[in-house]
């Protein structure tokens, strides 16, 4: 499944921004759903996961009680909220769905969208 990630930009220190994820040509209410990022160069990291019912979240450390993953499957897509934004957060953000269990690691999702860039000033 061909993934679209949009809502990137640019934000403020202490702003908000929310990602969607939708997929293109089919529904992906049975995926599991995983945000990753990168920052300018350092590896991709985990950020957030959603399990296929939204019954199950996982998150990275750095943004538990800031970021927030849902998912409306009638709308067919999957959110990230992220509020108190902080120059650390400035990344590529990377959607990824998993036709298996949810997952925190890269490996666990099969496909994955081009990104979308996200840069917090101070």
């Known amino acids: 499944v061909q993934l679209v990630e949009s809502g990137g930009g640019l934000a403020q220190s202490g702003g908000s921004l929310r990602l969607a994820c939708a997929p293109s040509?089919?529904?992906?209410?049975?995926?599991?759903v995983g945000w990753f990022r990168r920052p300018p160069g350092k590896e991709r990291d985990f950020v957030a996961s959603?399990?296929?019912?939204?019954?199950?979240?996982y998150y990275r450390d750095s943004v538990q009680g800031r970021f927030t993953i849902s998912r409306d499957n009638a709308k067919n897509t999957v959110y990230l909220q992220m509020n108190s934004l902080n120059p650390e957060d400035t990344a590529v953000y990377y959607c990824?769905?998993?036709?298996?269990?949810?997952?925190?690691?890269?490996?666990?999702?099969?496909?994955w969208g081009q990104g979308t860039t996200v840069t917090v000033s101070e």
């Open positions: 959603i399990s296929w019912s939204g019954d199950n979240t």
């Open positions: 990824a769905a998993s036709r298996h269990r949810v997952g925190v690691h890269p490996w666990d999702f099969e496909n």
């Open positions: 040509g089919r529904t992906f209410s049975t995926y599991a």
